[in-house]
């Protein structure tokens, strides 16, 4: 039986115990469920901070701990089912459940609601947080801190329009696995802005086009597109602002950015990535 390596919980000597009689492991385990604690963390391909990044996990974002050793963790996240591993600083206990979810693309946190004070640390869109109690325009969270109120909603409010949200990482920096405004890839960029319109979506592009949304088709003009469709090449996603451009983090600017899609096309399929694989419209 074939698996993939990004969202299967297995190696030689332990495997999830969900896999029990489909792989061949040392042991199983169920695993502890945790939460990240901190605004993001890298989730590594190899406990050690020269392998590479796949993804983020965001703060509060739950994940099942199935191994930790000199200060690593092998996890999978909840969300989307990413394996890898990531710096055991990262986790705290799941004891408060969540009851808000950022909506801004960051936001801070204060040691009182008072936007004067030094910031102590920050949060990212999606980020989901526990609040205890709220003094005028500010929130305050179990783990600690206060928030500007307004850049949180409720768990189940979601944005009308998922282009709008990634209008907002315009200029955004290219970084390869990045989910946050400090640094987003191509897919990682799709995949936030969904959840953000409530959209689950898998992590990487050839997930995404996978499952994601019903065939359009590929015109030698490229017409008859509409705001929201998603493009695929081999390794590589974009969302359609309107009939003719579209935004997305390319490497090509190290940002995330807006150009006519012909532009694109032409350029992109003079590289490894070669032409547009498909197009997907979501209901």
Known sequence: MSFDRRITPVRADLADERLRGQ????????????????PFSPLHRHPSREAPVDTQAIFGESVTVYDEH????WVQLHGDGYVGYLSSVALGEARD???????????FIYPGPN??????????LNSTVAVTETQGDYARLATGGWVFAPHLDGLDTFE???VSVAERFLHTPYL?????????????LA??????????APRDSDMQERALGTPVAVTPGLSGLQRGDLVFWKGHVGLMMDA???IHATGHSMTVMIEPLAVAEERIRRTSYGPISSIKRLG
């Open 176 to 188: 390869w696995g990045g989910k946050t405004s400090l640094g987003i890839d191509c897919s990682g």
């Open 23 to 38: 792989v061949e492991a040392e042991r199983f385990t169920t695993g502890t469920v945790r939460r990240i604690v901190s």
């Open 191 to 200: 995949q936030t802005v969904l959840a953000a319109a409530g959209i689950e």
């Open 70 to 73: 000199e200060g690593w963790a």
């Open 115 to 124: 936007l004067k004070l030094p910031f102590q640390d920050y949060l990212t």
């Open 244 to 246: 003719t451009n579209v």
């Open 160 to 162: 009308d329009d998922y």
């Open 97 to 107: 459940a969540p009851t808000h979810r950022v909506r801004a693309i960051r936001t």
